[in-house]
């Protein structure tokens, strides 16, 4: 057991108590519980299956693969706006945790049978481009060549950032500003 789990759950300023019924249950549904992302991560035979995930307004269980999970009752929620396999389920009070647990275990188990199964979250390879990095790839066919090189995720990270402006020079700007980045065969983040 990695002792700064431990101190996570310990020293927590924050939804403490709501962690640590969360970590029980998932504890008692045979899962491997790991210190990763900074997080109480928890895998089966090596797979990552849910995270734990302390915010401001509410603890969050994630799923990585939750756009998988049956989720009749429609409790499932996005973890953000461009989420795409992750789906969690958030807290607020110990009473919601205990109210949710024969749910958290299906969930659990059905996410291990999807890890069993092998079943991978299906992948878009379509990427509708903003309209300011679409024309400057067609004036620009070394910055094309380099963008159609990365990796789909790192395009999608490219455009979702060169997007969220509202002003059109504000999107110009930041592709004039990474384009050296995407040149040099680099993702936003690398």
């Not at 019924?21 to 990552?48: H, T, V």
Request: one cysteine or more; proline letters at 3%; aromatic letters at 8%.
């Amino acid at each position: 057991m990695d002792p700064r789990l431990d101190r996570l759950f310990n020293n927590a300023s924050r939804w403490k108590a709501e962690a640590g019924k969360l970590r029980e249950i998932l504890g008692d549904c045979g899962l491997s519980e790991e210190f990763k992302w900074g997080k109480a991560c928890y895998s089966f035979d090596g797979k990552n299956i849910a995270i734990l995930q302390r915010m401001k307004d509410h603890v969050a269980l994630m799923f990585f693969k939750g756009v998988l999970l049956e989720d009749p009752m429609g409790v499932l929620e996005k973890a953000g706006e461009n989420s795409r396999s992750g789906r969690r389920l958030c807290f607020t009070s110990v009473r919601d945790v205990v109210k949710f647990k024969p749910l958290l275990r299906a969930f659990v188990h059905e996410a291990i049978e999807i890890e069993k199964a092998g079943l991978k979250v299906k992948k878009s390879t379509e990427l509708d481009l903003v309209e300011e990095l679409e024309q400057r790839l067609k004036r620009d066919p070394a910055l094309k060549a380099a963008f159609m090189e990365l990796t789909l995720g790192r395009q999608r990270g490219y455009n979702l950032y060169f997007s969220a402006p509202v002003k059109s020079s504000t999107r110009e700007r930041r592709i004039q500003k990474y384009a050296p980045k995407i040149l040099s065969g680099r993702g936003m983040r690398d």
